[in-house]
């Protein structure tokens, strides 16, 4: 019994880091970004052509938004006068710092 537990505590703990530490950028934004910045981060599906979204694989858009300032805007969600663009995240700060990475991927 005791071995078994040895064995299992550092599977376990491997498992733990791995989820926090690395968080899956694509796949955090394909299930929470994409719908709205699509898959190539150009916005162009049906909300984001409805609510605006701009082209992110425009290097001259992607360099007018700092990290910060994106996180802040993905975490706090964003607003034009009355209108919610972005709805506050309900992701951890890590999968937001993953999925804004991956959007700067999609720059081209
Ligand atoms: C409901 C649609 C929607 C979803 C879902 C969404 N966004 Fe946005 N996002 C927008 C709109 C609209 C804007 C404003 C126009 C623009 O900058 O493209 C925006 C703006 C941004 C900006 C620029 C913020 C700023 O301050 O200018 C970043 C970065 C961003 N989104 C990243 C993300 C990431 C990362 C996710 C997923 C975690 C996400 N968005 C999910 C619609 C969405």
Do not use: W
Not at 63 to 90: C, H, N, R, W, Y
């Amino acid at each position: 019994m005791k071995k078994l537990l040895v064995l299992a505590l550092p599977a376990a703990l491997a498992l733990a880091l791995n989820s926090t530490a690395f968080a899956d950028g694509a796949g955090v934004y394909g299930d929470n970004c994409a719908k709205c910045h699509g898959d190539d981060g150009k916005g162009a599906t049906k909300m984001g052509t409805k609510l605006g979204c701009k082209d992110y694989s425009d290097a001259t858009v992607q360099a007018a938004i700092t990290d910060d300032q994106a996180f802040k805007s993905v975490k706090e969600g964003l607003k034009k006068d009355d209108k919610t663009l972005m709805k506050p995240s309900e992701l951890s700060d890590d999968d937001i710092k993953a999925s804004i990475a991956y959007l700067r991927t999609l720059k081209k």
